[in-house]
């Protein structure tokens, strides 16, 4: 029997290529990658016989739906999901176009803005 080595999915939120390429070598056979973040790099897989030999995958999701937003609430709550890390500031909902004018602008370099009522 084929002992698995590795994660059976590895999530990229950050849309960039280094996590990606980190996250792939970190599959085990059969392993996913679910592509999270956006970017418009181009998405490079390292060793590519290898990926194939695994059968590992590349699977995009947009995430942005609502029953996407309820389950990773859901995993937050059950300590499976830990976001804090990558959390570059908190606004009111009131200025929610100030935080799209500094994620489009990258105004403080930021990562994740979080709006709160």
């Known amino acids: 029997m084929y002992k698995r080595q590795g994660l059976a999915f ?3 939120f950050a849309g960039v290529p280094q996590v990606r390429v980190q996250a792939s070598r970190s599959l085990a056979r059969w392993g996913k990658l ?3 973040g956006l970017t ?3 998405l490079t897989i390292p060793d590519g016989t290898r990926f194939s030999y695994l ?3 590349v699977r995009g999701h947009y995430g942005s739906g609502p029953e996407s937003v309820l389950e990773l609430l859901s995993l937050v709550a059950l300590n499976r ?4 890390r990558s959390v570059s500031g908190i606004l009111p909902l009131a200025q929610a176009a100030e935080a799209v004018r500094q994620l489009d ?3 403080g370099n930021p990562i994740r803005l979080i709006l709160v009522p």
């Not at 999901?81 to 804090?84: A, G, K, Q, T, V």
């Open 10 to 12: 590895a999530f990229d």
């Open 34 to 36: 679910i592509l999270v």
């Open 40 to 42: 418009d790099q181009p």
């Open 55 to 57: 059968e590992q995958q």
């Open 81 to 84: 999901l830990e976001f804090s």
């Open 105 to 107: 602008e990258k105004e």
